[in-house]
């Protein structure tokens, strides 16, 4: 993807061990803009963390998410709602449910490493 995205991270994590943690480092020493999604955690990195996607501002390009699919289920009128045109599932998040409702509503879905895409500056 050329030039720089907006990205939100849901189910972000403040420990570095985390794929979550490491994808909010890589993105933000790529220049992209940010938006680490977690309702426990006030701050990640240094960012504000949003408590729940329908707090995210209006532009984020892609919403990469780092959640089981019982967890995303219970948030996903407000995923659908939140008018982000692209939904990577990571490993061990992917929700079949969710991702055809999504791709109904004309929403770009994979199923993918935001890691990997981001090492090949595809995110």
Known sequence: MEGKSKVAVLGASDKPERYSNMLIKRLRGKGHEVFPVNPALPVIDGLPVFRKVEDLPAGVDVLSVYMNAQRSDAIADAILASGIPRVIFNPG??????????????IQVEEACSLVLSSLDQL
């Open 93 to 106: 998040a992917e929700n079949e449910a969710l991702a055809k409702r999504l791709q109904a509503k004309g």
